[in-house]
């Protein structure tokens, strides 16, 4: 297996259990708490953020060691905040404007959001030059 499909590999992981907390967290705050939709859903993603960042240096980007660790989380957090905004704008759409459950809007929006991820984190995460 080459190393691109092992990096989407471990990324899928680590999305997963990012999605696993985002999800959680946003229907136990939405259904348990009643706490507003929009609201949650910026609660869950921010801490699903800091998970996902911690598995995605460790596990999944060949991180470039040159950026220190505060650049790294806060160009990720900056990247994370723009798929925030596309998660967002879908659930207001899907749920706000149309009759569509939230639980389902935020399936949908965080699907478009993983694909933006992988990309974004790819581009500015990884080593350019493939050395140490």
Not at 11 to 19: E, R, S
Not at 22 to 28: A, V
Not at 55 to 60: D, P, Q
Not at 73 to 99: D, H, K, Q, R, Y
Request: a positive charge; charged letters at 15%; one cysteine or more.
């Amino acid at each position: 297996m080459n190393k691109l499909m092992k990096q989407i590999l471990r990324f899928g992981l680590v999305g997963v259990i990012a999605f696993l907390v985002d999800y959680g967290l946003f229907l136990l705050l939405t259904e348990v708490c009643r706490i507003h939709y929009l609201v949650a859903n910026v609660a869950a993603f921010l801490v699903s953020v800091i998970v996902n960042y911690v598995l995605s240096v460790k596990f999944v980007f060949d991180v470039d060691k040159r950026r220190g660790t505060g650049a790294q989380f806060t160009f990720f957090t900056a990247m994370s905040a723009v798929g925030l905004g596309i998660n967002e704008l879908m659930l207001w759409l899907l749920s706000g404007l149309l009759p569509v459950p939230t639980s389902v809007s935020k399936l949908a929006a965080t699907a478009v959001v993983m694909v933006y991820n992988f990309i974004s984190r790819k581009l500015f995460l990884e080593r350019k030059d493939g050395g140490n």
